[in-house]
């Protein structure tokens, strides 16, 4: 079974300060990876996602995730915070058998506060 | 081009009432899937249709139905409404090319937000 865990419930860090929510993840194949982000009251947007090749992913808003296949992790920085990036940021995984269809396993989100 | 949709987005019912959830997916996608979102629990992979069968099931009771249309609308329906029912639930759609491996991300809706009084 395929789990993802993000270690930390709340980050907090000041605005145009580097930005990283963390993410590790178990799954038996290799793992398709995702960071979506939550505004209140909003579903989830895509930010980006890991398939194959390079381990750095750049995404939407300036985020970039970095894949370490060793330590089972895709944690999402940001080089430089704004006070709107302040939501709820998922990590998810999906297995590469094609069975698994869009079955997405989530982590139980972080919830990041930049403060001005 | 139109995101995915779904209505209500809003609603309030009593425990043992039933409630129908819709979702219109994104033009040309074809997999429509389902999410329970919670405090306690985070979010819960309900079920996944495509091309009007369901392809994958979570682990929820057999309350939790779906359906997929030839147009690729789908609508959720709970039964026999309880108080953990209330969350809110998400549909995302995406596009899916028969037989390729599955590459491509969700597109979730605004959700519905269901509240069991």
Known sequence: AQSVAQPEDQVNVAEGNPLTVKCTYSVSGNPYLFWYVQYPNRGLQFLLKYITGDNLVKGSYGFEAEFNKSQTSFHLKKPSALVSDSALYFCAVRDMIQAAGNKLTFGGGTRVLVKP | ?117
């Open chain 2, 1 to 117: 081009k139109a995101g995915v949709t779904q209505t209500p987005r809003y609603l309030i019912k009593t425990r043992g009432q039933q409630v129908t959830l819709s979702c219109s997916p994104i033009s040309g996608h074809r997999s429509v899937s389902w999410y329970q979102q919670t405090p306690g629990q985070g979010l819960q992979f309900l079920f996944e249709y495509f091309s009007e069968t369901q392809r994958n099931k979570g682990n929820f009771p057999g309350r939790f139905s779906g359906r997929q249309f030839s147009n690729s609308r789908s609508e959720m329906n709970v039964s026999t409404l309880e108080l953990g029912d209330s969350a809110l639930y998400l549909c995302a759609s995406s596009l899916v090319r028969q037989g390729l491996s599955n590459t491509g991300e969700l597109f979730f809706g605004e959700g519905s937000r269901l509240t069991v009084l």
